[in-house]
């Protein structure tokens, strides 16, 4: 035979405890939702453009990813193009490359510091680096190259440039 059920005090006393840890359950699963909504549009956020080469950089990065330069107006340049040190250096692995292009920056009345490899040789497109100061002889050498990218040193001490003001890499 079928009883009906009878409800303890025991029983109950439990009824609403299961009833209010459901809703907390349900308060904390929706907050989590939220936070990792939250976390995921804060870690998309786009990295600052402008980026700092660590000081204890020694030599020049893959610096062809940056965008080419689009100022409205770049620094003039103060320096006679006989004045302008160049570092060449071969970012593409073609044996001569950088004697080539040395002689074709000399032929525009640049001078030559260095003329060596990069240390690497997968440079996707050549650009052009300058030293504090030199944005607008860097942009002239550029544009005197046809070379679209032009950027401040990026793992490269001006140490390391003997002297000179600009630094051309060689690309693909």
Do not use: C
């Amino acid at each position: 035979m079928d009883h009906p059920i009878r409800l303890d005090r025991v029983e109950l006393a439990v009824r609403p405890w299961r009833t209010a840890t459901l809703v907390v359950a349900a308060i904390a699963a929706v907050e989590l939702v939220l936070l990792v909504m939250i976390g995921g549009a804060l870690l998309a956020k786009p990295e600052p453009a402008v980026r700092r080469a660590a000081p204890e950089a020694a030599v020049p990065t893959k610096a062809a990813k940056a965008k080419p330069s689009r100022a409205a107006k770049a620094a003039p340049a103060e320096l006679p193009r006989r004045k302008v040190k160049v570092v060449v250096l071969n970012g593409n692995g073609r044996q001569g490359a950088a004697a080539s292009a040395a002689s074709r920056v000399t032929g525009k009345g640049y001078r030559i510091g260095l003329v060596g490899n990069a240390p690497s040789h997968d440079y996707v497109t050549s650009l052009v680096m300058y030293r504090r100061g030199f944005e607008g002889e860097a942009h002239r050498l550029a544009r005197d190259l046809g070379v679209k990218v032009v950027s401040p040193l990026d793992g490269v001490r001006p140490k390391q440039l003997q002297g000179a003001h600009t630094v051309l890499i060689l690309g693909g």
